[in-house]
């Protein structure tokens, strides 16, 4: 198990390496960890991607689950959850970049992600109920809150897998590509490192508390966001760029 780190130019790539399918385990969480405590501001934006074709992440390990008490099922859980928060709560923006399998807590890593990009080939699902359980690293709640509490329970009650259309119908996956999942990730990653990078973080904020608030407050925080920004030089070399016709060159400050 490899989980590796790459800077291209403030754009950062994860990318899960565990043959054949990338299976998360223990040793995955503890280099998430370490991991992510590396991403500084040099860092605009991420994405996250499996190693290989044949999958994105097909799951957690299952050789972890059969001696697992009540205690030892709560903590196994809280320990995914805290990761997958935690890369949730990036202030860059986080781009899934799936080829292949994206199952069980693959596909919750995916959730965890800001938008997800998917190759045609690729299959999704939260199959745990067939083991009888349940995700357990966030699937119940981001699924229902991105696709809607009927489709997340008909998806997690049956355990049944989606093709990548469907997923893409049903508004799992935000667009899907015919081969390299990767190469069309960092196309959006580059079209993101061109705008303000304060703008497109205090974006991702507001939308996200949001989420959780009731649109009057969800109001305000935009309100509250865009008045800090105002304070900005990036905002004021952005207008001053637009009335000068040229590419702004904004400095994060």
Not at 24 to 45: G, P, Y
Not at 113 to 141: H, M, N, W
Not at 184 to 196: D, N, P, S, T
Request: hydrophobic letters at 45%; aromatic letters at 6%; proline letters at 4%.
């Amino acid at each position: 198990m490899k989980v590796t780190w790459e800077l291209q130019d403030r754009l950062g790539i994860i990318t899960i390496d565990a043959p054949p399918v990338n299976a998360l385990n223990k040793e995955f969480f503890e280099q998430m960890d370490e991991l992510l405590n590396q991403i500084d501001d040099n860092c605009a934006a991420i994405i996250i991607t499996g190693a290989g074709e044949k999958a994105f992440v097909a799951g957690a390990d299952i050789k972890e689950f059969p001696q697992l008490g009540q205690a030892a099922g709560v903590e196994l859980c809280k320990r995914g959850q805290g990761i997958f928060n935690r890369i949730a709560g990036l202030k860059q923006p986080v781009i899934a970049a799936i080829d292949g399998f994206a199952l069980g807590g693959g596909l919750e890593l995916a959730l965890a992600c800001d938008f997800r990009i998917a190759s045609r080939k690729s299959q999704l699902g939260l199959p745990e109920v067939k083991l009888g359980i349940i995700p357990g690293y966030g699937g119940t709640q981001r699924l229902a809150r991105l696709v809607g509490p009927g489709k997340a329970k008909q998806l997690i009650f049956s355990g049944e897998f989606v093709s990548a259309e469907e997923a893409e119908r049903i508004g799992l996956v935000e667009q899907l590509v015919d081969e390299d999942a990767l190469a069309e990730a960092k196309r959006w990653a580059g079209i993101i490192l061109e705008r303000g990078p304060l703008a497109v973080q205090a974006a991702k904020r507001v939308i996200d508390r949001g989420l959780a608030a009731s649109l009057e407050e969800g109001l305000n925080e935009e309100a509250q966001a865009f008045g800090e920004i105002c304070l900005t030089e990036d905002k004021n070399e952005g207008v001053a760029a637009f009335f000068e016709r040229r590419a702004p060159q904004f400095q994060n400050k």
